[in-house]
């Protein structure tokens, strides 16, 4: 087990702490029955993966917790430090005063003293009482406080309760205005990244500030909900699989380290998620990267629509991802 932990190369936020370099997400739609998931996260922690992604949405930080204590007392990992546990905060939960009370029920359902990152998910706040996403209204968006609620999550920080806090699905404007009124950097921004669609422009942005971009969906997953799968299915990442004797998952997780980017990724299949970790001991050439760089076209998965409306703090799908490419 050590041997495989070694080949997980780490990077050091802002924040000083050190984050794996690949994660194991947990969001699924639709959600398994709960008990089948604490042992799925036990094979990923004896698969090698170290860093696991949850969040209040994804009804996944109970089992999370419960494979986690698992993984401890069957000794796949010797002490909690060794494993890296990231949450979000969902947009009911984005008021300067219910921040803290979030984590704190976070940190109950997962069973710790401390997350290793905690992000903001989504840059938008609904009303208290609106739980989960399939019941929200175009009447339940407030505007999104970024201020409280960013000083909010500075105290959660500075209480030990989280070691970094980040954001997710910021665009560059947020970013820059979150940046204006903070005194604590954001250490991550996770936003959704693949081979067909780069965030090339947003990538730059976040590398220029100190950063770091972690990648969900790199696997362009979730075909169930979209209907096609952009990654798995492009000819271009097909031919150089075949031609170096790799998954396209692994052609394209290696291309996603290549850039400097953490990825998230999700497999139900134990020899799957050990590939999936075998991405750090080669290189892609230049001209096998250059190809991937070029792919066309480019296009989201997720378009962010619900949180779009006339009467809303954003008009339009441009506004509410900052038109960023």
């Not at 790799?246 to 990724?265: D, N, Y």
Request: hydrophobic residues 40%.
């Amino acid at each position: 087990m050590e041997s495989k932990k070694k080949k997980i190369p780490e990077v050091i936020l802002n924040s000083g702490q050190k984050m794996p370099m690949i994660g194991y997400g947990t969001a699924v739609i639709p959600l398994p029955p709960k008990e089948s998931l604490p042992p799925t996260y036990v094979e990923a922690f004896e698969a090698g993966f170290t860093h696991f992604d949850t969040a209040a949405l994804y009804g996944t930080e109970v089992p999370l917790g419960q494979a986690l204590a698992k993984a401890l007392e069957l000794e796949i990992i010797s002490r909690r430090d060794e494993a890296f546990i990231t949450s979000k905060l969902w947009c009911n939960n984005a008021h300067h005063d219910l921040v803290l009370p979030a984590l704190k029920n976070t940190l109950k359902n997962l069973g710790l003293e401390y997350v290793d990152l905690y992000l903001i998910h989504m840059p938008a706040r609904l009303k208290p009482e609106v739980d989960g996403v399939l019941e929200i209204r175009k009447e339940d968006f407030l505007p999104f406080d970024i201020k409280g609620t960013w000083e909010a999550m500075e105290e959660c920080q500075r209480l030990g309760l989280a070691k970094s806090i980040g954001v997710s699905n910021f665009g560059t404007k947020k970013l820059t205005q979150l940046l204006e009124n903070a005194t604590i950097p954001p250490a991550v921004n996770q936003v959704e990244m693949s081979p067909t669609w780069q965030q090339g422009k947003l990538r730059e942005f976040c590398k220029q500030k100190g950063i770091h971009v972690s990648a969900w969906s790199p696997l362009g997953s979730y075909k169930e909900v979209y209907g096609v799968n952009s990654v798995m299915e492009n000819p271009i990442l097909k031919d150089i699989a075949t031609s170096r004797h790799k998954s396209v998952a692994q052609i394209a997780l290696r291309w996603i380290h290549e850039q400097g980017v953490t990825p998230i990724v999700r497999s139900f299949n134990k020899e799957r998620m050990r590939q999936n970790l075998e991405i750090f001991d080669w290189e892609l050439s230049r001209e096998e990267s250059d190809k991937i760089s070029q792919i066309i076209p480019q296009r989201r998965m997720y378009n962010g629509e619900i949180f779009v409306s006339e009467n809303g703090p954003y008009k339009s799908l441009e506004e509410f991802w900052d038109g960023d490419p």
